[in-house]
Structures are given as C-alpha cells and as structure tokens.
Nanobody, 120 residues
Framework: QVQLVESGGGLVQAGGSLRLSCAASGTFFRIDAMAWYRQVPGKQRELVAAINRNGGTNYVDSVKGRFTISRDNAKNTVYLRMDSLKPEDTAVYYC??????????????WGQGTQVTVSS
C-alpha cells in the first residue's frame, strides 16, 4: 500500500510564490519518475513538470523559467517551487509517482490534489 500526501497549496496574489510537496510512504523498492499535473474544471489533466530518478527534468512551456521541480530520494518526496505565479496557474495540482515494487512490477500512484489559486 502506498500513500502520497501533498501539501503547500493555497491562495496567493499574482507574482507570488508557493512550494508544493508530495511525500510517498509505504512498501516499494524504489520510485522512478515523479511529476506534477494540474487540472481545472472542464479540462484534461495537464503535465506541468516531471523529474527522473537522476534529476533530469522537463516542463510544459507555459511554466518554463517560473516553476522548478526537484526531489529528495532519501525522503521519497517531490517538490514544485512556483514563482511569478499567474492567474492562469490556478488549478488543482496532483503529484504522480511511478513505483517499482519488490517483485519488479510497476505502478503509478496519484496524490489527493491540492488547490492553488492565484488572484489578479
């Protein structure tokens, strides 16, 4: 059983910053890729940023230069630092982790989501 606990969302003015965290706990061999997605009502969930186990990252164009994804493998935690926030960043943010289990099977797990609201 794996549990993902997200924190750090909230209300911020445009131009402000937030830092999201997502900690994984439970029984597994290791975590491979970790990512943050976001979703607004009526739209598909969108990949915001991803990071592999070695620290390689990729970002959606709309957040490049403003958001930074990072991870702490010892703590099984992924972070998303969001700077220069814009109203269009308003969404529910979800973390996603790709797990490798002790029998070498792979699964993908989602966090519960955290609301980020940016006021203009």
């Amino acid at each position: 059983q794996v549990q993902l606990v997200e924190s750090g969302g909230g209300l911020v003015q445009a131009g402000g910053s937030l830092r999201l965290s997502c900690a994984a706990s439970g029984t597994f061999f290791r975590i491979d890729a970790m990512a943050w997605y976001r979703q607004v009502p009526g739209k598909q969930r969108e990949l915001v940023a991803a990071i592999n186990r070695n620290g390689g990252t990729n970002y959606v164009d709309s957040v490049k230069g403003r958001f930074t994804i990072s991870r702490d493998n010892a703590k099984n935690t992924v972070y998303l630092r969001m700077d220069s926030l814009k109203p269009e960043d308003t969404a529910v943010y979800y973390c996603n982790v790709n797990l490798v289990h002790w029998d070498l099977t792979r699964t993908s797990s989602w966090g519960q989501g955290t609301q980020v609201t940016v006021s203009s």
